[in-house]
């Protein structure tokens, strides 16, 4: 029954971009029935010359999951490099969950590679917050008030950040939430 559905769907699709020459989906993506959540994108955050910091994100979250937050997947990579004083590292974690409401979304990750000054943090759990406005979007992190992920507790809960306070450098990239669904 569900392929006559199916069927029907897509030959009325058909039928509507023949009499209006408007394509009209009929059927939802893979991706849509794949995913419940999703944060994704490259940025770098807005500090001065010669400082700084880029985020890039693919972390989602599976609908069959979506009531499981910490079913989420996918990877964090970051970079903060400084001028003066002359410091700097990169690291990659493991998202352990993702939760979304409207264009916000907090994902916590556990760091697995680092070095440089980011070189302590690894096993440490991050906590990042994305605020998808558009063209400068909102950023937070588990960290503001100790300094460097290397300062978080060992026991950092999953999806724990910072409101978005601060903002992304125009030009330099956008984050994209998918809302829960």
Request: charged share 25%; aromatic share 6%; glycine share 12%.
């Amino acid at each position: 029954m569900t392929l006559t559905r199916t069927r029907v769907a897509a030959a009325l699709g058909v039928l509507v971009v023949l009499a209006t020459g408007v394509a009209v989906p009929a059927v939802a993506s893979d991706a849509q029935h794949r995913e419940a959540a999703a944060l994704t994108g490259t940025a770098m955050i807005d500090r001065p010359k010669g400082d700084d910091i880029t985020f890039t994100f693919d972390a989602r979250l599976d609908a069959k999951d979506k009531n499981d937050p910490g079913k989420a997947h996918g990877t964090i990579k970051f970079s903060h490099y400084m001028e003066n004083p002359k410091w700097g590292g990169s690291a990659e974690a493991r998202v352990d969950c993702l939760l979304t409401g409207g264009k916000v979304a907090t994902v916590s990750a556990v760091v697995t590679k680092a070095d440089g000054g980011l070189k302590e943090s690894v096993g440490k759990r991050v906590g990042l917050t994305v605020h998808d406005k558009g063209k400068q979007d909102g950023f937070g992190y588990s960290w503001a008030m100790v300094g460097i992920p290397n300062d978080l507790p060992d026991d950092m809960p999953k999806c724990v950040s910072a409101a978005p306070f601060e903002k992304t450098r125009p030009g330099s990239g956008d984050f994209h939430v998918r809302p829960m669904h």
